[in-house]
């Protein structure tokens, strides 16, 4: 099992940045690709961008692609997404998860509680 804790959500203007953090606790950290996920109301969730195990390869959604950043730090468990020039549409709750390194939802069996991201215009 893996526990997944996000935190740094919040209120922020468009424009603004915010930097989400994802705290990881029981197997091996490492042994994991990290992905990040978000759904709006009334939406499905969606893929926001992911990491390899080792940091070394990301990959982003077209609609997050230049903004949005992801990072860990195997040594503290931790995987981070920045998330800078950000807009309206990207008002959602923000999950990170744990599993393969892939855009899909079903991929990754380890699943954090979400923190609400509002930015308002």
């Known amino acids: 099992q893996v526990q997944l804790v996000e935190s740094g959500g919040g209120l922020v203007q468009a424009g603004g940045s915010l930097r989400l953090s994802c705290a990881a606790s029981g197997r091996t950290f490492s042994n994991y690709a990290m992905g990040w996920f978000r759904q709006a109301p009334g939406k499905e969730r969606e893929f926001v961008g992911r990491?390899?195990?080792?940091?070394?390869?990301?990959y982003y959604a077209d609609s997050v692609k230049g903004r949005f950043t992801i990072s860990r730090d195997n040594a503290k468990n931790t995987v981070y997404l920045q998330m800078t020039s950000l807009k309206p549409e990207d008002t959602a709750v923000y999950y990170c998860?744990?599993?393969?390194?892939?855009?899909?939802?079903?991929?990754?069996?380890?699943w954090g509680q979400g923190t609400q991201v509002t930015v308002s215009s």
């Open positions: 990491i390899r195990r080792s940091g070394g390869t990301t």
């Open positions: 998860a744990a599993g393969s390194y892939s855009p899909l939802p079903r991929d990754y069996p380890y």
